[in-house]
Nanobody, 111 residues
Framework: QVQLVQSGGGLVQPGGSLTLSCAAS????????MAWYRQAPGKQREFVAG???????NYKDTVKGRFTISRDNAKNTIYLQMNSLKPEDTAVYYC?????WGQGTQVTVSS
């Protein structure tokens, strides 16, 4: 059974940085494409960043150059490093694999 357990997140001032983690179990992690999504209040869940089994990456246009997705196959974990955070990045962030979701992590960017 697929399980995705997230950590990280919190409150940060504009321009600050946060790192999210997502530990996966029950999958062939090394071969798996995974992604981060987010959902702001009153809005639909949207794609943020994805990473393939061979470390190919893609990003939502508005986070390119600020966010970095990466993976550690030894730890079955993906990360989302978020720099230069803006108030519009405020949302609940979700880790994704297949039809499974992490539990969600609140990221709030506010002064």
């Amino acid at each position: 059974q697929v399980q995705l357990v997230q950590s990280g997140g919190g409150l940060v001032q504009p321009g600050g940085s946060l790192t999210l983690s997502c530990a996966a179990s029950g999958i062939s992690f090394r071969l798996s494409a995974m992604a981060w999504y987010r959902q702001a209040p009153g809005k639909q869940r949207e794609f943020v960043a994805g990473i393939t089994g061979d470390d190919g990456t893609n990003y939502k246009d508005t986070v390119k150059g600020r966010f970095t997705i990466s993976r550690d196959n030894a730890k079955n974990t993906i990360y989302l490093q978020m720099n230069s955070l803006k108030p519009e990045d405020t949302a609940v962030y979700y880790c994704w694999y297949g039809n499974a979701w992490g539990q969600g992590t609140q990221v709030t960017v506010s002064s």
